[in-house]
């Protein structure tokens, strides 16, 4: 019974050690000469663009890709451009943003990963989209002193864009978002077979304008109709604008690492497509 009880502990040190050691993997740091060929390449620029392999090896670095991402790692070509990066003027640092799909039935995503020049992994976070969302590293770009990233949530009957602006590295979870457009549709027609005739939808838009740490969005509202009109073999779709809106400025000011809206009775003349649960 001693011997079967001492097995049981010994057991249960082991898997307690293990799992400690690999949690305590993270920050990592490369070691292979590939990773820092790579790295002394991207330290001689101030931003740039990484190919399929470059890209998956820093996902491997931070990681995030293993021998399970078969599927998406068959499904980039050798030539795709997926991912883009930019040095952190105030530190050296560098802030990559990769195009990444766990599977091909997930969500497709941002990974945005922080390293130092010498590719040691310093932070990394993954920004999810919604399934029909098109992703792309070019949605990661700078913007004035700050960076930016865009993302998507799609969904039915509505669906909307909103954006990350940020000086330091962000986490998702504690960074207020800026509402950029959204699609709502309200109302169908269909015909007597099922088939829907006739869509109406809200489209809201913008335009940003920025000046040190505020930030004018200029928001536009169009109503409108797509309706399908037979034309020979195949059904065409007319759009129609049925109601446009005055443009309304929006001022976010940025303080203590965080945005904030000057006036949230502007936002709520938008509240029948941005949810202001989520934003602000």
């Known amino acids: 019974m001693k011997k079967i009880q001492f097995i049981l502990v010994t057991i249960i040190l082991i898997s307690l050690f293990a799992c400690g ?7 990592l740091t490369v070691i292979s000469q590939g990773e820092k060929k790579l790295f002394k390449q991207i330290a001689t620029q101030d931003s740039g663009y990484l190919q399929k392999k470059e890209a998956l090896l820093i996902l491997s670095i931070a990681g995030i890709l293993d021998s399970t991402n078969i599927e998406y790692k068959q499904y980039i070509n050798k030539s795709d451009t997926i ?3 930019y040095k952190r003027t105030n530190n050296g640092n560098y802030i990559f943003c990769i195009e990444y799909t766990v599977d091909l039935g997930c969500y497709p995503s941002h990974v ?4 130092s020049p010498k590719g040691k992994i310093l932070e990394k976070e993954v920004f999810f989209n919604g399934p029909n969302c098109s992703v792309s590293y070019n949605d990661f770009y700078k913007f004035g002193d700050f960076f930016a990233l865009e993302n998507c949530s799609s969904g039915f009957p509505s669906s909307d864009g909103y954006l990350y602006l940020f000086k330091g590295f962000p986490s998702k ?3 207020n978002i800026i509402p950029l457009w959204c699609l709502d549709i309200f109302d ?8 829907i005739t006739n869509v109406t939808w809200i489209h809201c838009y913008s335009t940003m304008k920025l000046e040190n740490d505020s930030l004018t969005v200029i928001y536009i509202s169009e109503k409108g109709t797509h309706v399908s009109v037979e034309n020979g073999k195949e059904d065409e779709t007319e759009y129609k604008i ?3 809106s005055e443009p309304i400025d929006v001022l976010y000011i940025y303080k203590n690492r965080q ?3 000057a006036d949230k009775k502007q936002l709520k003349k938008w ?3 941005f949810d202001m649960n989520v934003y602000f």
């Open 21 to 27: 050691k690999k949690a305590a993997a993270f920050p």
């Open 83 to 85: 991912a883009k990066y």
């Open 112 to 115: 945005l990963i922080e390293c």
């Open 173 to 175: 979870d504690s960074l």
């Open 188 to 195: 169908e027609e269909e015909d007597e077979e099922g088939h």
């Open 242 to 244: 049925i109601e446009k």
């Open 259 to 261: 945005w904030h809206i």
């Open 271 to 273: 509240n029948h497509c």
